[in-house]
């Protein structure tokens, strides 16, 4: 995969796996007949991958100016991070395992898109774990102040540089995604 196809660098999905998305635009997809039980509950998983995100990022905010306690933000961040981080790898090891391998078939047009998320999540894999040591490090430092403090400004940069990628990979997923399965439908799929 090229360098410009990567999470870290990509801007957005190149046109040529957008051909199905200019037919199936976003605007649309709620009207469309075929947006279905898979496609609403596939859309609402990743509502709740951003609904985390900005739960755990209004917590740490709330953490670094003092507003809320630190037992109060172990817990919140204990909850809230082990429900984002086990979700997200059993999303993704669905989506690899059962649904990639099915919709890449629907359309060839589309299929190296399948491709670049996938790799999509063996880069947030890194990331991740890169955002339990972060979270990990503020949980242990809940008894000094100051350490405390540290800690949760390099959770909070670590969380917010996640944010942005997470959010790039779930727009890519979804632009690629439910256009193929408002084109071909989703019997097959479960």
């Known amino acids: 995969m090229t360098d410009e196809l ?6 957005k999905l190149p046109d040529a796996l957008q051909v199905l998305l200019a037919e199936y635009p976003r605007a649309g997809w709620e009207k469309d007949p075929g ?7 596939w859309l609402d998983r990743h509502l709740m991958f951003r609904r985390l995100m900005k739960e755990m990022a209004g917590a ?11 037992d109060q933000f172990a817990g919140n961040l ?24 099915k919709l890449m078939q629907k359309d060839k047009r589309i299929s190296k898109g399948f491709d670049i998320l996938d790799a ?7 990331f991740l774990a890169s955002f339990v040591a972060s979270a990990n490090g503020v949980l242990q430092s809940t008894g000094a102040s100051d350490k405390l403090q540290d800690a949760g400004g390099a959770f909070q940069a670590e969380l917010t540089r996640l944010e942005k990628l997470l959010d790039r990979h779930l727009v ?15 019997r097959e799929l479960g």
């Open 78 to 101: 204990s909850r809230h991070g082990g429900m984002f981080v086990n979700g997200l790898h059993e999303h993704h090891t669905i989506e690899d395992s059962y649904y990639f391998p």
């Open 35 to 41: 947006f279905d039980g898979l496609i609403r509950f």
């Open 60 to 70: 740490t905010n709330l953490l670094l100016d003092r507003k809320m306690a630190p």
């Open 172 to 186: 890519d997923e979804e632009e690629l995604i439910v256009p193929v399965i408002l084109r071909y439908g989703s």
């Open 120 to 126: 999509d999540h063996h880069a947030l894999d890194e």
């Open 6 to 11: 990567a999470l870290i660098n990509r801007k």
